[in-house]
């Protein structure tokens, strides 16, 4: 069982800048493909932003020029670097872990990390 956890969100002003974290468990980090995704209250949860195994990168429209995704295969971590932050970024944040093992897929969720953008 992978586990998946996240760090780092908070409470930040308008044009301010967070950096999300996300520590998976195990010894598949390094084949996964990682995402960050998003959800506001009465919204539903949308894709932020995905790095492949390989580190190709992939973004949603509202965040593309002010997020970036990285990862650290060493430190089983996924980064979401989030700059000129707005108050429609408010949402909570969470980490997704997706991999494929002898055939068979399997997606992983961490309990989430709120990020509140306000004055």
């Known amino acids: 069982q992978v586990q998946v956890v996240e760090s780092g969100g908070g409470l930040v002003q308008p044009g301010g800048s967070l950096t999300l974290s996300c520590v998976a468990s195990?010894?598949?980090?390094?084949?996964?493909?990682m995402g960050w995704y998003r959800q506001a209250p009465g919204n539903q949860r949308e894709l932020v932003a995905a790095?492949?195994?390989?580190?190709?990168?992939n973004y949603a429209d509202s965040v593309k020029g002010r997020f970036t995704i990285s990862r650290d295969n060493a430190r089983n971590t996924v980064y979401l670097q989030m700059n000129s932050l707005k108050p429609e970024d408010t949402a909570d944040y969470y980490c997704?872990?997706?991999?494929?093992?002898?055939?068979?897929?399997?997606?992983?969720w961490g309990q989430g990390t709120q990020v509140t953008v306000s004055s």
């Open positions: 997704n872990l997706k991999m494929a093992w002898i055939g068979i897929d399997y997606e992983y």
């Open positions: 195990g010894n598949m980090f390094s084949r996964s493909n």
């Open positions: 790095i492949t195994s390989g580190s190709k990168t």
